[in-house]
């Protein structure tokens, strides 16, 4: 894809939401709600960076604590914005502030990650609502909400 939008765009949230829809899990004043934030993406204020190697379904339960460190598991890996993995970090379970820290050695995080740490997460809970049902609805109305 030729920038981060148009990758986001086609290959997170089209898909997501597409998906969602199929399975019927997913109210008509919703869809349009994640169509118009499709939408406004492209004016919106994303910083540019290159792409990095994400885990892709970065949360707690797919991280392992063993002797030897932190070992990663279930990943569905991608080129894309590095804060978009520290954004799904959170999304279900939240998890030690050492770990922000830990990152901040390595990376700068983004003075304007916190307002778009839910925008990275609306594919999640899209799918999140397609394959378990609507109990992820209302943490995908909070961020559509903001961003809407």
């Known amino acids: 894809m030729p920038d981060w939008i148009s990758f986001f765009t ?3 949230l089209w898909p997501s939401l597409s998906y969602a829809i199929h399975t019927g899990h997913l109210p008509s004043q919703v869809i349009q709600q994640v169509e118009k ?14 792409p990095v190697l994400l885990h892709g379904d970065a949360q707690a339960n797919n991280y392992i604590s063993t002797a030897a460190g932190a070992v990663v598991i279930d990943p569905a890996v991608y080129y894309g914005l590095a804060e978009v993995d520290l954004a799904h970090l959170e999304t ?7 770990v922000f820290e830990g990152y901040r050695e390595i990376l700068p995080i983004d003075a304007g990650f916190e307002e778009r740490r839910d925008l990275w997460r609306i594919p999640a809970y899209l799918l999140c609502i397609a394959i378990e049902g609507q109990g992820y609805l209302p943490g995908l109305k909070q961020a559509l909400e903001k961003y809407i």
């Open 37 to 50: 934030l499709i939408a406004r993406l492209p004016g919106m204020d994303i910083p540019i960076s290159p």
């Open 92 to 98: 279900f379970q939240k998890v030690p502030s050492v």
């Open 10 to 12: 086609e290959r997170r």
